[in-house]
């Protein structure tokens, strides 16, 4: 039996899959055996799901059946819509979403069935859904009624439809395609342990998804995508960076582990636990948040974001993230901080699903063990004597 302790479950194999391969050491990530820099640009969002959940690049037949289903699944359940309109206008985004995915499965036709063509239509409707509900709520938020967009010509365009209320231009719908493809997977990533965990119970795809997305808030996992926008917008000039990330970092002298743990002690987008070095999607990321900030008149954010980079690689070994240049992206395309992270779920639910389909063909219970470090077996008795023979004495003082 393997009983090492290993802190975080790092390094420690959890499922054998043929979905994602991650390669920390060149920084490279791999969909079912292609490399992510060839597919994103080549292949739709679409077609990237599709090559996930199946195994194959879809043929031309394939790619218009994948794509008619997804087109057939769209529509906000109205009940979801109710539920939105109901909740604090301040509510963070994926809380919102976390409860509609949950509402959303009390109304799903299929919930109480785990058969394969089941799954899969549930499937469907849930990358429909966690795009329509971020949309919707975004809208509710900012004081703003919901929109439909049954022509967009893509998932992406769908989408960004939703956001704004009108077409996007082909070119945005193109970034926030390649950036949905860049998010689509990530093997074990802890949202889709998450998922992988649920489903290997044999719940149901929306509980799964909603542990999921519960798992993505946290800023160890997706939550810092919103941190480093809120931090380059708090920078503000290029000038600034350095003396920021040496403040950040400076802080962390002299704290126990404990608190070099908070996150605001740490700058996100930088640190991975499979990465020693940056990734190729923070590479294609890089060059994106380029041209687009050029595109759009925000480079001094960008130039911001440079700093940073520079400055960190200057005084850690800490790769880039996926997070990190993704944030002055979005900050292109008009996004808030804190409606970043909802983006990220827009790809990644492609990829729970692809994990959870994976799993329910393959199920075995995940149930690990705890290396138990509490007291040794005791009796309760004399505990009970202890705890009323030092009542009764302070009782009597
Ligand atoms: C991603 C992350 C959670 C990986 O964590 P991990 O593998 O468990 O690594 P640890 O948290 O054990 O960190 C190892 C050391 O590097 C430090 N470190 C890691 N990321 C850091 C960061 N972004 N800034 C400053 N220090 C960092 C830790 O404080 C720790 O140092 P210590 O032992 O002196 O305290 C971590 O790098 C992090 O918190 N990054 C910032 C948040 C982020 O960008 N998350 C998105 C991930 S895609």
């Known amino acids: 039996m393997e009983t090492a302790w290993k802190a975080g479950l790092e390094d420690v194999i959890a499922a054998r899959s043929g979905i994602c391969q991650v390669d ?21 969002f679409e077609d990237v799901t599709a090559l996930l959940w199946h195994g194959e690049v879809p043929s031309a037949a394939e790619s218009a059946a994948f794509a008619a289903r997804l087109e057939a699944a769209r529509g906000l359940p109205p009940a979801v819509g109710d539920l939105l309109r109901a909740l604090p206008r ?4 994926l809380d919102a979403l976390r409860t ?14 785990n058969e394969p063509e089941a799954n899969l239509r549930k499937a469907f409707r849930l990358m429909t859904l966690v795009p329509e509900t971020v949309a919707a709520w975004q809208r509710i938020r900012t004081g703003r009624t919901p929109v439909t967009a049954p022509g967009a ?16 231009s082909p070119d945005v719908a193109r970034v926030l395609d390649l950036v949905l493809t860049l998010h689509a997977d990530h093997e074990l990533n802890a949202s889709t342990f998450a998922t992988r965990v649920g489903v290997a119970t044999l719940t149901d795809l929306h509980a799964a998804i909603v542990a999921a997305v519960a798992t993505l808030k946290g800023p160890r996992h997706g939550g ?3 941190d480093v926008l809120a931090m380059l917008l708090e920078i503000g000039e290029p000038a600034r960076a350095e003396s920021y990330v040496e403040s950040r970092l400076g802080a962390r002298a002299g704290l126990s582990k404990h608190e070099r743990g908070d996150p605001r002690v740490r700058v996100p987008g930088f640190g991975h636990r499979v990465y020693k070095v940056d990734d190729a999607r923070a590479r294609v990321l890089r060059g994106m948040a380029k041209s687009m900030a050029e595109a759009t008149g925000r480079q001094k954010l960008f130039e911001v ?25 979005y900050d292109a395309l008009g996004i808030p901080p804190d409606f970043c992270t909802s ?37 309760l008795v004399d505990q009970r004597r202890r705890t009323e023979t030092s009542m009764a004495s302070s009782s009597k003082s």
């Open 100 to 113: 509609a995915v949950s509402l959303a499965a009390t109304h799903d036709p299929d919930v109480r069935s």
């Open 24 to 44: 920390g050491e060149r920084g490279k990530l791999y969909y079912r055996g292609y490399e992510i820099a060839e597919l994103a640009g080549t292949l739709s």
């Open 224 to 226: 810092a995508n919103e």
């Open 305 to 329: 974001a440079e700093q940073v980079y520079d400055a960190m690689r200057a005084r850690t070994s800490l790769p880039v993230n996926v997070d990190f240049f993704s944030a002055v992206v």
């Open 343 to 379: 983006i990220f779920a827009v790809g990644r639910v492609a990829g729970w699903c692809a994990h959870a389909l994976e799993q329910y063909a393959d199920n075995r219970l995940i149930r690990p063990r705890a290396d138990y470090i509490g007291a040794a077996p005791r009796p």
């Open 90 to 93: 301040d509510a963070h985004p």
């Open 153 to 168: 010509a893509s998932h992406a365009a769908y989408f960004l439809e939703l956001l704004e209320g009108r077409a996007p």
